[in-house]
C-alpha cells in the first residue's frame, strides 16, 4: 500500500525470512527507476541495529539501485540513529528513506489506508463506555487492515472489538468475521509465545465483537 501510494510496484522479492523481506521496486511512470526496499517487522524489543543500514547502504552502492528504503515496525538503536541522522543530513540523503513505526503510520494515514485510531475510540465509545477500551492495535493481514480495541469488564479484557482501520466501522461480515478470527488466534499463539500479549487474560477464543 505504501509503494503504491508513491506510484511504485514490487518488481520481484528477493528476499522473505520470517520477519524480513527484501523488494525490489520499480517506478510505474519511468520503469528505470529501481529502488531496493528492506522490511523488519521486528517487534519491540529488538531495535535496529546499524548493520542493516550498513547493509542497505552497501547493496545501494554495488547493486546500483536509484534508491534506497528501509520500513521497520521497531525504533533505531542508539548507533544505528546516529548513523541514520548522518545520512539524512549528507549530500546522499535523497538516495535513502528510513521509515520507523511513527512515520509509517503517517503516511499510511496519508494514504487513506488508515484513520486515526482516536476516531475509531469515539465509534466505539457510542457502544461502551470510554474506560471500558483497553489496549489497541493495527493488524495487516492478507483480508486487509484492521483495528483492535480491547472490550474491558472490571478492568480484565472481556473480548475484541475488530474494526477496518480506513473507516473505523465495526467488522459485520460474517465470512470475514470468522477469517478473522482464525487469523487472531494465530496471533494470540505468537504474542503469548514471544511473551507480546499486553492483556493475558484474554482466552485463545475470545469473541470478536460485532
Request: charged share 30%; hydrophobic share 35%; glycine share 4%.
Amino acid at each position: 500500500k505504501l509503494l503504491e501510494a508513491q506510484n511504485y510496484e514490487v518488481e520481484i522479492e528477493i528476499r522473505n525470512t520470517g520477519m524480513e523481506l527484501d523488494l525490489l521496486c520499480k517506478n510505474k511512470a519511468n520503469n528505470s527507476k529501481q529502488i531496493y526496499v528492506e522490511c523488519k517487522a521486528y517487534k519491540e524489543s529488538n531495535k535496529i541495529q546499524s548493520d542493516v543500514i550498513k547493509n542497505i547502504v552497501g547493496i545501494k552502492d554495488i547493486e546500483g539501485y536509484s534508491e534506497a528504503w528501509l520500513i521497520a515496525t521497531t525504533e533505531f538503536g542508539k548507533d544505528a540513529k546516529g548513523l541514520k541522522e548522518k545520512i539524512e543530513s549528507s549530500e546522499k540523503s535523497k538516495y535513502f528513506t528510513f521509515y520507523t513505526p511513527d512515520k509509517l503510520f503517517e503516511a499510511l494515514k496519508n494514504s487513506n489506508t488508515l484513520i486515526n485510531i482516536e476516531i475509531v475510540k469515539k465509534k466505539i465509545e457510542e457502544k461502551i463506555d470510554a474506560n471500558k477500551i483497553g489496549n489497541t492495535s493495527l493488524i495487516i493481514t492478507e483480508y486487509g487492515y484492521f483495528y483492535l480495541l480491547v472490550h474491558l469488564e472490571g478492568g480484565v479484557a472481556k473480548d475484541v472489538f475488530v474494526t477496518y482501520a480506513n473507516n473505523g466501522n465495526i467488522v459485520d461480515n460474517e465470512e470475514l468475521n470468522e477469517r478473522l478470527k482464525n487469523a487472531l488466534s494465530v496471533i494470540y499463539e505468537l504474542a503469548l509465545k514471544n511473551n507480546l500479549l499486553k492483556t493475558p487474560s484474554i482466552e485463545k477464543n475470545f469473541i470478536v465483537k460485532m
